[in-house]
């Protein structure tokens, strides 16, 4: 489901029109395959140089992540914005996984649920990747020679997306994925879409402090 | 104390779709369903219309005993309670049950209060993975735990808001691994391996932090992750122990060194039954110096399957003061069905306490069945190796009746634990 081929390409904004509303849409990322129009939530899709409108994006659910688009951060001392975002639904709840344009060129996904979150990027290993039936929850599986914990088997799906994405996405997408985690804090997810061959994320879970980021949305609770 | 008080809560007030019964949901946007107290039903907290989405049979209302929305702060983090689970898991027929408190504060981040027989532990989820090491010890973090429990957990009763679909009847499979005060767990569904990490906290500290009334429900037991009292002054003991020792063995090795331990008298003589005067021999004079000590007396004798007692006067000539005591010598040995074996000795050693200084006549009254040859030595101011004994007996009192009662307290421990007999023998290991 997320699949996002291609490690790093440069940055270059670009301004479109939307064609259903006439607002401004961007795609800052080169990676960016799809953006939803801010105003009036038209699927755009680029194509060569002009964007074409697939469809609309259902509304997302409310949620009270801290995260929004055009937060920006810090991750490894490499700045990124946040530009895009995917809401998933599985059966006791939500996620959100926030797509991040990294100064750097390369583009990852900043997951957030349920308090807690990660960064990855689409990696690939020299292992095989292993068949969804073969996963057990705390089954120890190596990947890049990493020693991983299957600590996550769930299937969702898609809610909605905001902003820019590196695929298309369309609201009740089935997708099925296992997370992994190792005893350093790195993680990994195994996303099999509805598919047979799943797509590896690598990276690790951050305390969210130490992402320094900015231009959150402001706390509605107490505190 | 803050001066000005926290702003009020944001609260959705709805009504139970199953019985009425008012509900607040606490932390709307994150909870994905509110289960009522008062009827069992667990309503959607996300949809508008919070349709009833599972429902148990709640026999009667369900009361936590830390109510739904207390705030209050723990180790330096501000948290509000917003949920409630009751879990039970069988163990050999018995049912015991324990009690889950969901907090979550303004970020998102949530903890979990957990209390089993007035034992509360402090629990957030890990980031890494622990690595088990068999079946018996969990590594996280570069500590090492040691596995207490594995049992099925299930969901007896749930009140309050979740971050993710519950139900009572939910069961997981929980490991607990314990290294006081903290308490790794891990929980297995059959799509689910989750870490966490628990840190034992006081009922007392709770019950203040939420501004609670009354006080916390009384402790039963040893928790599992209850830190020990002992533990932390088990090295002090050692320490003072090796320390006092010391300073009995420094003792004495200065007596020794001070003492004079100065042959004054070596005298051999015979004795033989028959002859009346071996029956009483004198030693020539000798002289006793320095500040009042002791006399060490050995006598060695020929003797050989038989006995011999000695009544021996020491005379001070210059006062005429007199000290009469009595030794026995006896020596026998044989062989017998249990092998070889013998009784006694043909010497014996003994000391006369607090002799003064001045010249000194020894007065040897040998009895005995036959004859024999003996020689008597007498040494001025040698230093008693049992006083260091008995100082070193009395010293080790304190900490056998410590290191007693912090085994005692392990024991109570892991009674209720997987292992509570082999306990026995790696209590204290690292």
């Known amino acids: 489901m997320r699949s996002a081929p291609g490690l790093t390409t440069a940055r270059s904004t670009k301004t479109v029109t939307c064609p259903a509303c006439g607002a401004p849409a961007r795609f800052t990322s080169a990676q960016s395959l799809l953006s939803v129009c801010t105003y009036c939530r038209a699927t755009l899709i680029r194509r060569d140089l002009a964007v074409e409108q697939v469809g609309t994006m259902a509304a997302l659910l409310e949620d009270a992540s801290p995260l929004q688009l055009g937060a920006e951060g810090s991750w490894r001392g490499i700045h990124f914005a946040v530009i895009g975002r995917l809401q998933v639904r599985w059966e006791s709840g939500s996620w959100n996984e926030w797509y991040c344009a990294f100064d750097d060129g390369r583009a990852g996904w900043l997951g957030d649920a349920g308090g807690e979150y990660s960064v990855s990027f689409p990696t690939s290993v020299t292992e095989p990747l292993p068949a969804w039936e073969s996963l057990e929850p705390g089954a120890r599986i190596t990947l890049g020679g990493i020693d991983y914990e299957v600590t996550d088997l769930r299937q969702a799906e898609v809610v909605g997306g905001e902003g820019e994405l590196p695929m298309r996405v369309e609201a009740g997408w089935k997708t099925t994925s296992a997370d992994l985690r190792t005893d350093t804090a790195r993680f990994a997810t195994l996303d099999y879409g509805d598919g047979d061959t799943p797509c590896l994320y690598a990276g690790e879970l951050v305390p969210l402090e130490d992402l320094a980021l900015r231009g959150l949305r402001e706390p509605d609770r107490w505190r | ?430």
Not at chain 2, 99 to 115: I, K, N, P, Q
């Open chain 2, 1 to 430: 104390m803050a001066l000005t008080p926290p702003p009020a809560p944001i609260v959705a007030t709805l009504a139970c779709e199953g019985c009425g019964a008012p509900l607040q949901l606490r932390a709307p946007g994150r909870s994905v369903v509110i289960a009522c107290g008062a009827c069992g039903a667990v309503l959607d907290a996300q949809s508008a219309d919070h349709r009833v989405v599972a429902r148990y049979e709640a026999k009667r209302t369900v009361t936590p005993r830390i109510p739904l929305g207390s705030r209050g702060t723990l180790k330096g983090e501000p948290w509000e309670v917003i949920g409630y689970l009751v879990r039970k898991t069988k163990v050999s027929g018995i049912t015991y049950s324990w009690f889950e408190y969901l907090l979550h504060d303004a970020t998102g981040g949530v903890r979990w209060l957990v209390e089993y027989g007035g034992h509360w532990t402090l629990t957030k989820a890990t980031a890494a993975v622990a690595s088990t090491r068999g079946e018996r010890e969990a590594e996280y973090l570069g500590e090492r735990y040691r596995h207490f429990q594995t049992a099925t957990a299930e969901v007896a009763h749930v009140v309050g808001e979740f971050p993710w679909q519950v139900r009572a009847g939910d069961k997981a499979v929980v490991e607990d691994y314990v290294n006081p005060p903290l308490v790794l767990s891990r929980e297995r569904t059959k799509d689910e391996s989750t870490w966490s990490i628990g840190e034992y906290v006081d009922g007392d500290t709770i019950w203040k932090a939420f501004g609670l009334p009354g006080a916390p429900p009384e402790r039963t037991g040893v928790g599992a992750a209850q830190p020990s009292p002992y533990r932390p002054h088990s090295w002090t003991m050692v320490r003072l122990l090796a320390a006092f020792v010391g300073l009995a063995l420094l003792v004495h090795l200065s007596f020794l060194g001070l003492s004079q331990q100065g042959l004054v008298l070596e005298a051999d003589w015979r004795y033989h039954p028959k002859a009346p005067a071996t029956s009483s021999v004198e030693s020539a004079p000798f002289t006793l110096t320095g500040r009042t000590s002791n006399v060490m007396v050995e006598i060695s004798t020929t003797l050989v399957q038989s006995w011999a007692y000695f009544t021996l006067t020491l005379v001070n000539e210059d006062t005429g003061a007199v000290r009469t005591f009595g030794r026995e010598v006896q020596y026998y040995f044989g062989r017998d069905g249990d092998g070889s074996w013998t009784e006694g000795a043909p010497w014996d050693r003994a000391w006369l306490p607090s002799v003064p200084a001045g010249r000194y006549v020894l007065v040897v009254e040998p009895e005995g069945p036959g004859p024999m040859t003996y020689r008597v030595r007498l040494t001025r101011d040698v230093p008693r190796p049992l006083w260091l004994w008995l100082a070193v007996g009395l010293l080790i009192l304190p900490p056998l009746v410590f290191w007693w009662r912090q085994w005692r307290f392990e024991q109570r421990r892991w009674q209720d634990s997987d292992h509570s007999r082999s306990v026995f023998t790696s209590d204290d290991d690292e």
